[in-house]
């Protein structure tokens, strides 16, 4: 028989519980000039923006990486280009995708309206509403918003997925403002966690580490 001490107890406790967030930004998109002005229909045109050429082998690159293995789940946004980037995973993993719209972009909303806004920016609008969680454009989102589907999201992950891996493909905007829960801005308005600056590229990965609903470590891995 084996006998346990409460020390090793309490270790397998904390491994048992542990739950491995990748949160990867989607790969390189295609660059397109214009979206219609219409909201809905520029909405529409975002979401099937697909990769670009770069982005594909960007993509694959990206799910040869030895911590994107042995995935418990991998979970992707409705946007095209983010179900292009999680299919290079999921298939090296052996997993289905499963999709929320609680990863998609923030919604930018009427470009008119975000036109006549940005003459009176300082700086980008993703950045003005990184400051003001509250700024938001004609039949837009505000960081507010995304920030709470956004943490929703991960708080069901918690509590249905524990001692899990999983990876969840999203974008840029609603990335930073969920990070915003755990990491700071410095003076060039980057996202920073214990003094290390995040890159939130085409593609990227942030990984986040949980006990239970705490979390434990956030890292940059690509």
Same mark, same amino acid.
């Given at each position: 028989?084996?006998?346990?001490?409460?020390?090793?107890?309490?270790?397998?406790?904390?491994?048992?519980?542990?739950?491995?967030?990748?949160?990867?930004?989607?790969?390189?998109?295609?660059?397109?000039?214009?979206?219609?002005?219409?909201?809905?229909?520029?909405?529409?045109?975002?979401?099937?923006?697909?990769?670009?050429?770069?982005?594909?082998?960007?993509?694959?690159?990206?799910?040869?990486?030895?911590?994107?293995?042995?995935?418990?789940?991998?979970?992707?946004?409705?946007?095209?280009?983010?179900?292009?980037?999680?299919?290079?995973?999921?298939?090296?993993?052996?997993?289905?995708?499963?999709?929320?719209?609680?990863?998609?972009?923030?919604?930018?909303?009427?470009?008119?309206?975000?036109?006549?806004?940005?003459?009176?920016?300082?700086?980008?609008?993703?950045?003005?509403?990184?400051?003001?969680?509250?700024?938001?454009?004609?039949?837009?989102?505000?960081?507010?918003?995304?920030?709470?589907?956004?943490?929703?999201?991960? /708080? &069901?992950? %918690?509590?249905?997925?524990?001692? #899990?891996? @999983?990876?969840?493909?999203?974008?840029?905007? +609603?990335?930073?403002? !969920?990070?915003?829960?755990?990491?700071?801005?410095?003076?060039?308005?980057?996202?920073?966690?214990? /003094? &290390?600056? %995040?890159?939130?590229?085409?593609? #990227?990965? @942030?990984?986040?580490?949980?006990?239970?609903? +705490?979390?434990?470590? !956030?890292?940059?891995?690509?």
């Amino acid at each position: 028989m084996i006998f346990l001490s409460i020390f090793d107890t309490i270790f397998l406790v904390i491994i048992m519980d542990k739950i491995t967030i990748f949160l990867i930004r989607h790969s390189e998109q295609l660059k397109i000039n214009t979206l219609l002005n219409n909201s809905e229909n520029s909405q529409i045109a975002n979401e099937k923006i697909i990769l670009s050429v770069e982005g594909e082998k960007k993509a694959e690159a990206l799910s040869k990486i030895k911590e994107l293995s042995n995935l418990n789940s991998i979970w992707s946004s409705t946007y095209v280009r983010a179900l292009a980037t999680a299919k290079y995973i999921a298939e090296r993993n052996n997993l289905e995708i499963q999709i929320s719209t609680d990863l998609n972009e923030r919604k930018i909303g009427n470009l008119d309206s975000l036109s006549k806004l940005k003459d009176k920016f300082t700086h980008t609008f993703t950045t003005e509403q990184l400051l003001d969680e509250n700024l938001k454009n004609k039949d837009g989102e505000n960081r507010f918003e995304v920030n709470r589907r956004m943490t929703s999201f991960i /708080n &069901k992950l %918690l509590a249905e997925y524990t001692g #899990s891996k @999983i990876a969840i493909v999203s974008h840029g905007a +609603s990335i930073k403002f !969920l990070l915003m829960n755990w990491c700071s801005l410095n003076e060039n308005f980057e996202l920073f966690y214990k /003094n &290390k600056v %995040l890159k939130i590229d085409s593609p #990227s990965v @942030i990984k986040l580490e949980f006990n239970k609903n +705490s979390l434990l470590n !956030l890292s940059q891995i690509y």
